[in-house]
């Protein structure tokens, strides 16, 4: 499996931007599909978005216009841009791959096989 570890997280106020990566190691991730997910307090864990291993993507409802996903095949490594960021934006931010060329229609944590170990993400009113 490949390892993962996310870098970018930390406090911010509304309005600002946050770009999360996610480094990739001991596979090449150019064949995984590389999924953002995120987890606040006492809640499950939320599908943010997804990229396919061509570079299509996906997004969840609440973050759809504001954040990007993109993936970087020579350096190995996935981003999540933030921008026009919330206080409900608020949680651990995750990582996540599995080798597949495509993600399904309703991208689910029990997809992936691989998982970061977390980026926190604050965003202050």
């Known amino acids: 499996q490949v390892q993962l570890v996310e870098s970018g997280g930390g406090l911010v106020q509304a309005g600002g931007s946050l770009r999360l990566a996610c480094a990739a190691s001991g596979r090449t991730l150019t064949n995984y599909v590389v999924g953002w997910f995120r987890q606040a307090p006492g809640k499950e864990r939320e599908f943010v978005a997804i990229i396919s291993r061509s570079g299509g993507t996906k997004y969840g409802d609440s973050v759809t216009g504001r954040f990007t996903i993109s993936r970087d095949n020579a350096k190995n490594t996935a981003y999540l841009q933030m921008n026009s960021l919330k206080p409900e934006d608020t949680a651990i931010y995750y990582c996540?791959?599995?080798?597949?060329?495509?993600?399904?229609?309703?991208?689910?944590?029990?997809?992936?096989?691989?998982w970061g170990q977390g980026t926190q993400v604050t965003v202050s009113s």
């Open positions: 996540a791959a599995y080798a597949r060329p495509y993600y399904s229609s309703n991208p689910s944590p029990t997809d992936f096989n691989s």
